[in-house]
């Protein structure tokens, strides 16, 4: 489904494995999980955002950077930093005739524990998040990107 003139986002947790996707509801208010991608075929997983992004018609992709808690960035960081840049560059070469979604890598310190606490709030014990953890730390991250942007019916 396209929006229709709003700005909406994609939260995006790099994983070893998985790549954790988080979309904006239609109102601008609060992020929700969708399922995981397979994150072992970066070009693959760039292709597959993309595709969704334009498929829901979404203007902002929110790249989670999880930096140490001194704000370094370590290997992971710097998974997520090329994750980003590679979704830059496929944007910036399939630009077209739609307006293109800009890329935002998004300081994530803690989403993943942020996301573990909320499982176990909820009753799920670690070993039956697996499938789900990637998608709730995406939601974490894009949601946390959209209440510091301000306005929730962002125009």
Do not use: C, Y
């Not at 955002?49 to 790249?63: F, H, K």
């Not at 005739?97 to 890329?103: D, G, K, R």
């Amino acid at each position: 489904m396209k929006s229709h003139g709003k700005k909406r986002a994609m939260g995006v947790d790099v994983g070893a494995r998985r790549i954790g996707i988080a979309v904006e509801d239609e109102l601008g208010l609060l992020a929700h999980a969708r399922a995981p991608l397979d994150g072992r075929d970066r070009k693959q997983a760039v292709a597959a955002v993309i595709e969704m992004a334009a498929a829901e018609g979404l203007t902002d992709l929110v790249v989670g950077l999880p930096l140490d808690l001194r704000g370094n960035a370590g290997e992971a960081a710097k998974k997520a930093q090329a994750f980003a840049q590679a979704l830059a560059d496929a944007i910036a070469i399939a630009k077209g005739a739609t307006p293109a979604p800009t890329v935002h890598l998004f300081d994530e310190r803690l989403t993943t524990v942020e996301a573990h606490r909320r499982l176990r709030e909820a009753g799920k014990k670690q070993k039956d998040t697996r499938n789900i953890i990637d998608g709730v730390a995406a939601a974490t991250l894009l949601q946390a990107w959209i209440d510091g942007q301000g306005s929730k019916f962002r125009e």
